[in-house]
């Protein structure tokens, strides 16, 4: 069940994962530090999601709740889906839809249906390949009805009855028109959820023994002012008060809300986590070293050292507390 169409990539702090460095992009146009390539981003995108998982079947859990016991969800899209690690919890969690995940990054994809497969999901996960926001239009939105329609003809995705989308808006350059598009591929009735903002991620203690402390506030800093680069940087790039539930409503949406899902693992971190994080430091060190400190550059360096006890992958305080912030609402049913 997977059907590809056509291409892309693009890139987030605690926005999402860390930037892939902009050596790794492919492409022959002129590089900046804030391309991403994301294919290169595959293994840290599914670590990354994998370590999530509480949170994620908290957020989906609540999703059902939301769309209530009479709702049917026959068609699930889950746009800009990286490895596919929501659009299986998505399957799981509604047990008679099909989940869709669409990305512009083909071996991402190829990654989401090798993961549905091993789940046994394999009948109920499909993948559409798609150049966001452009490859949502000719969903047929506004004319379904809910009832088998919308499977995605030529140049769309089709229509759902949930339209979740991680990570993803933050990576286009006019939020509130991808908004738009993302709410028009709703059936009437359905729920589009929205992963952006939340807490910067936390990991270590203010004080770990080496440099100056308070390393964490200002890795978040230096990540947001490589965010505001790239975000710049995007193609049709537009400033937006980045108010979700407002931009919700603007998108013709209603009964706007918000959740918080937390992710709390305390020490002592088990491999995949402390793998996730050393790719994570690994990221800001090379895209955000340019609004570091010298201190701070040699602090991570023995973070990221594999050897050092005092390394990401061995010291034993290091934790992750994350929370995955939702926006929701629904498209109204006439
Ligand atoms: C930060 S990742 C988020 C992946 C996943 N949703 C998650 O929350 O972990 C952003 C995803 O959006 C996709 N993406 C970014 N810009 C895109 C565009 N213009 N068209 C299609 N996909 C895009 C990337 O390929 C990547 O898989």
Same mark, same amino acid.
């Given at each position: 069940m997977s059907t590809h169409n056509d291409s892309r990539h693009g890139h987030g702090p605690r926005h999402g994962s860390a930037p892939a460095p902009a050596? #790794?992009?492919?492409?022959?146009?002129a590089h900046h %530090?804030?391309? $991403?390539d994301w294919e290169v981003m595959a293994t840290q995108l599914e670590t990354g999601g994998d370590v999530q998982l509480p949170a994620l079947r908290l957020a989906a859990a609540r999703l059902k709740e939301l769309l209530g016991p009479d709702h049917r969800v026959r068609r699930i899209l889950d746009v800009g889906s990286g490895p596919g690690v929501m659009t299986c919890v998505l399957a799981e969690t509604f047990a008679g839809a099909e989940a869709v995940a669409v990305d512009g990054a083909p071996g991402l994809l190829d990654r989401a249906l090798a993961r549905a497969g091993r789940l046994g999901l394999g009948d109920r996960v499909a993948v559409r390949h798609a150049e966001l926001p452009e490859g949502? #239009?000719?969903?047929? #939105? /506004?004319? !379904?009805? /809910?009832?088998? *329609? !919308?499977? !995605?003809?030529?140049?769309g995705v089709g229509t759902a009855d949930l339209v979740w989308s991680s990570k993803a808006v933050h990576h286009l350059g006019d939020q509130q028109g991808a908004l738009k598009a993302l709410a028009g591929a709703l059936r009437p009735g359905g729920l589009l959820a929205v992963a952006e903002g939340g807490l910067p991620m936390r990991f270590l203690p %203010? *004080? $770990?023994? $080496?440099? %100056?402390?308070g390393l964490q506030a200002r890795l978040d800093v230096a990540l947001e002012t490589w965010f505001e680069e790239m975000r710049a940087e995007l193609p049709g790039s537009t400033a937006v008060v980045e108010d979700w539930p407002e931009l919700l409503r603007r998108a013709g949406l209603t009964g706007a809300r918000t959740f918080t899902s937390l992710l709390d693992l305390p020490a002592p971190l088990g491999g995949p986590a402390r793998s996730y994080l050393h790719a994570q430091l690994t990221r800001v060190r090379e895209a955000a070293s340019d609004a570091l400190a010298e201190e701070d550059l040699r602090t991570l360096d023995v973070l990221l050292?594999?050897?050092?006890?005092?390394g990401i992958l061995r010291r034993p305080d290091a934790f992750l507390l994350a929370g995955v912030t939702v926006y929701t609402a629904v498209r109204p049913a006439h």
């Open positions: 050596h #790794a992009h492919k492409h022959a146009h %530090r804030t391309d $991403i949502l #239009a000719g969903t047929g #939105a /506004g004319t !379904g009805d /809910g009832e088998g *329609d !919308g499977e !995605g003809g030529e140049g %203010r *004080d $770990i023994g $080496i440099g %100056r402390p050292d594999p050897g050092a006890p005092e």
